[in-house]
């Protein structure tokens, strides 16, 4: 499997349909490592909830990459799975740097559903605040579709007012669904329940 070294200031805009899609996922793929590495500064080596894009004999990988950040500009990651690696340059103080995403104070597991995941990862996409705290997720080592956030009850009870609001405006059922499933397991994270 290759390595890959990457600069973020040279990929592809992320929404540009004129760049050919395998490309606009690499970069995808490139921007969400940075942000769960630089979502924790302070941490060893982890596993995210990101999963690998590499295809091996033809069908994608999709396990989870481990990534490792220096603290300054580099980030290292790989996938335990196929063994693709690489590590990422460019990045310090651009949109995708969380590390500047406040971690201080004691913490709680909250766990949440992949879909659920998804979810706020689209609503939180130009909240650098709080999509620092949704791409600390890392998966649960015994429950496949479910992710752990390790949180400060304030970080989730600000993502409580999040759920609430996208609750107030959303028409569709499933979404209201998964925005009621949330806001029950926030309730309950922070309540140490």
Known sequence: ??????????????????????????AAFTRALVEAATSQPGAAGW??????????VRKPCGAAIAVKYDGVDGVTWSCAACAESGSIYGF????????FVGDTGEHVTWGVR???????LAATESEPERRGI??????????PG???????TAELDD???????????????????????????????????
Do not use: N
Request: hydrophobic share 45%; glycine share 4%; net charge neutral.
């Open 146 to 152: 479910v992710l752990l956030v390790r949180a400060t």
């Open 114 to 120: 992949a879909d659920e995941y998804e979810l706020l």
């Open 1 to 26: 499997m290759p390595a890959w070294t990457t600069d973020v200031r040279h990929l592809a805009p992320a929404k540009d349909e004129s760049i050919p899609a395998a490309a606009r996922k690499r």
């Open 47 to 56: 596993t995210t909830s990101v999963r690998c894009i590499a295809r091996v």
């Open 134 to 143: 949704v791409v600390r997720a890392r998966p649960h080592p015994d429950l």
């Open 92 to 99: 310090r103080e651009g949109p995708h740097d969380l590390s």
């Open 159 to 193: 993502l409580y007012t999040l759920v609430e609001d996208l609750a107030e405006t959303t028409r569709g059922r499933r979404q209201a669904e998964l925005l009621g499933a949330l806001r029950f397991s926030l309730a309950a994270a922070m309540d140490g329940v």
